[in-house]
């Protein structure tokens, strides 16, 4: 059974970066796609970004593309979200899943599994 772990998250000042990671446990972890989501305090939970298997193709919402990136290291069963130039509205628990494909990382979560616990994060002077 795939499992994944979240970490990094913390208190950070507006413009400054994190780093999250991902660490992922189990049968066939490396064949999965994985999506890293966001909910804030009173909002749904929506798409950030999202790394397809072999790590070939990335995909960013609209709101972080340019200031996040995506990454996995399959030799280390990890997926990294690098997180530069944050802003208040970033504050949000992030979480990490794992989906066959990231077609529907934004319009489907519910296709997503293997939810992590989530870290949060907090954009704040």
């Known amino acids: 059974q795939l499992q994944l772990v979240e970490s990094g998250g913390g208190l950070v000042q507006p413009g400054g970066s994190l780093r999250l990671s991902c660490a992922a446990s189990g049968f066939t972890k490396d064949s999965y796609a994985i999506g890293w989501f966001r909910q804030a305090p009173g909002k749904e939970r929506e798409g950030v970004s999202c790394?397809?298997?072999?790590?070939?193709?990335?995909f960013y919402a609209g709101s972080v593309k340019g200031r996040f990136t995506i990454s996995r290291d399959n030799a280390k069963s990890t997926v990294y979200l690098q997180m530069n130039s944050l802003k208040p509205e970033d504050t949000a628990d992030y979480y990490c899943?794992?989906?066959?494909?990231?077609?529907?990382?934004?319009?489907?979560?519910?296709?997503?599994?293997?939810w992590g616990q989530g870290t949060q994060v907090t954009v704040s002077s």
């Open positions: 790394i397809s298997s072999n790590g070939g193709s990335t």
């Open positions: 899943a794992a989906g066959s494909s990231c077609k529907n990382y934004v319009s489907r979560i519910s296709s997503f599994t293997s």
